[in-house]
Nanobody, 111 residues
Framework: QEEVVESGGGLIQVGGALKLSCTTS????????MNWYRQAPGKQREWVAR???????TYAVSIEARATLWRNIAKRSMWLQINNLKAEDTARYYC?????WGQGAQVTVSS
């Protein structure tokens, strides 16, 4: 049984928005950090957003003006919304909770 599962990717036009979900079987109330990373083709994986145990969010500069991250502890879920998508947002997006990673969700932004 997978512990961390991402969903919500797909093909989106430039200027559009995406909402990624991360659902887990883990008890996220005790998670120090819940992170999103992404990896574009031919590039290294990069960190994009984090929500800590206190619910404080932090974003990479590349998305901070366009992104919102939130969680629901009871639902064991976290969401990342990015608006005004750019071609460079194309990547596979991964949810990481502690040492547990999901398989990722592909996001392709087309012009």
């Amino acid at each position: 049984q997978e512990e961390v599962v991402e969903s919500g990717g797909g093909l989106i036009q430039v200027g559009g928005a995406l909402k990624l979900s991360c659902t887990t079987s883990l008890n996220i109330a005790s998670a120090k950090n819940m992170n999103w990373y992404r990896q574009a083709p031919g590039k290294q994986r990069e960190w994009v957003a984090r929500i800590n145990q206190m619910g404080i969010t932090t974003y990479a500069v590349s998305i901070e003006a366009r992104a919102t991250l939130w969680r629901n502890i009871a639902k064991r879920s976290m969401w990342l919304q990015i608006n005004n998508l750019k071609a460079e947002d194309t990547a596979r997006y991964y949810c990481a909770i502690g040492e547990k990673w999901g398989q990722g969700a592909q996001v392709t932004v087309s012009s």
